[in-house]
């Protein structure tokens, strides 16, 4: 019989795309989503720095799904000693890890010259060494048929002129993704790498520090999420969602990383306030 007990923990779950995993997961553990390959579990950790936001979040799952047991961590994840809580949290709650969703991460629009030195070192602690840490931990409490999604994204494809660290923070995410799904699946643990181009969901306005409120041409953060998970369900290492973006990616490839990361320099500039001050982020 199908193990039905067991942690899934979503982090960056207070707004955009892990806010829409925390909302899918709940209807799959509530029994009207059904998506094969997907394991069971009985409790729900969400992770993120902003309290009222996953207040809410939590409001909203409890009406779907008022049984399922979902607990909440206000924690920035890039202070020490937090993942460290996390793993006693797991030890003290005497259950598998059944799922991890390494999906907190941000970016930052603008030169790397002008980005200040601590915001930049801290988009390479959360967007890698955050996901890197926490699958070193949960890993040894997962057992076969458990699921890690790491989100990567589009920009994991090529190096991109103006957006420099964040597109090699997200190649970073893909490569360990590869690298470790061929490790672990003999231990039957899956780890899948989603690569989704633009979402409308909050990244826009913390990589542009206010100055621009959407993510261009964003897709829908529900149907990007439902996208991943049904890929991670059927055993996928890599998923890239909607054909448009399967051809910008076949097109990184073709023209190679130079043309790629010169092309978005020239082409594809994106709005930021660093220019007038570099801490917009870190006090959010
Ligand atoms: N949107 C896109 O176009 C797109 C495309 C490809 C990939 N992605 C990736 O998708 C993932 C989710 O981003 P999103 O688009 O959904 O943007 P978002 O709405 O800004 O969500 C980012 C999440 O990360 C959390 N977070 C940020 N800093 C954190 C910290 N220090 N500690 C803990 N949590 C933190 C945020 O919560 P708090 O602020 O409450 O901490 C928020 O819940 C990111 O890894 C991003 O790189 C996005």
Redesign the pocket.
Known sequence: MEQRTGIAIV?????????SFARALARISAGTLSIPGIPGFDELWL????QD??RKVVDELTQVHPMLQIRCFA????EPGKLLTIRHEIIEAKKQVSLLIN?????TYGTFISTGRDLLL?ELD??CRVPTELISITSSFMKSGAIIIN?????AFAPLGGFAL?AAT?AFMLNLSVGLATELREQGIFVHAFC????????AE?ASGGLRKD?KG?WD?DKAVLYCIKQAGKGKIISVPRFRWRFRMFLAWLFGPIASAFFAWKFMRRPSVRDVHDDTLLS?
């Not at 982090?11 to 806010?19: E, L, R």
């Not at 992770?47 to 902003?50: G, K, L, Q, S």
């Not at 999906?103 to 970016?107: I, K, L």
């Not at 989704?196 to 909050?202: A, L």
Request: proline share 6%; charged share 20%.
């Open positions: 982090t960056g779950a207070s707004s955009g795309m892990g806010a992770i993120a720095r902003r936001r996953l924690y920035d994840l890039t999906n907190a991460g941000f970016g801290k959360l967007n989100i990567a994204s589009l920009a964040y997200k989704p181009g633009p979402v409308k969901t909050e990244f913390v993510v964003g953060p959010r």
